[in-house]
């Protein structure tokens, strides 16, 4: 019987590959909805209680624990789901108001409800027109070119 080293490889490298999580353990989506970020989050399986947010400097910080399945006497087949303890950091940039960051966890989606601070809100300048509006004759002899 012959064998063929690099399918053995593949298979190899398969076995391996499908115990590594493909995917971030906390994908996101991040938004601008009018005056606010928006970030959800999946974190199906977390308990509420689990999660902690923080801020730090412009670094906001989310941790999450995801317990593992503890079936007693499982032989188990296929082991997918990440479990233990995730971290994500977002670095915030000046225009977000750090003292009105809102959390909700619904459904196993954690939503962050980040305001755009007051100084980075875009804003209209009127422009002043007429006498009224500061402007001042100017007063000063006419040269003599082009007198007569």
Do not use: C, N
């Not at 606010?36 to 977390?46: E, M, N, R, T, Y």
């Not at 941790?63 to 971290?87: H, I, K, S, V």
């Amino acid at each position: 019987m012959r064998t063929d080293p690099f399918r053995e490889m593949d298979r190899l490298l398969d076995t391996v590959l499908r115990q590594v999580p493909t995917a971030h353990p906390m994908p996101m989506d991040l938004y601008r909805d009018g005056e606010s970020f928006v970030a959800k989050i999946d974190l199906p399986g977390v308990k509420p209680e689990s999660l902690d947010i923080d801020v730090e400097e412009r670094t906001l910080t989310i941790r999450a624990e995801r317990a593992a399945d503890t079936a007693q006497g499982a032989q188990w087949l296929t082991r997918e789901r990440p479990t233990g303890t995730f971290a994500r950091q977002l670095a915030l940039g000046r225009g977000v108001d750090l003292d009105h960051i809102d959390a909700a966890y619904a459904d196993g989606v954690l939503t962050l409800t980040m305001p755009v601070a007051e100084e980075a809100r875009p804003r209209k300048i009127e422009v002043a027109h007429g006498p009224a509006a500061g402007q001042q004759a100017i007063e000063g002899a006419a040269s003599g070119a082009g007198q007569g």
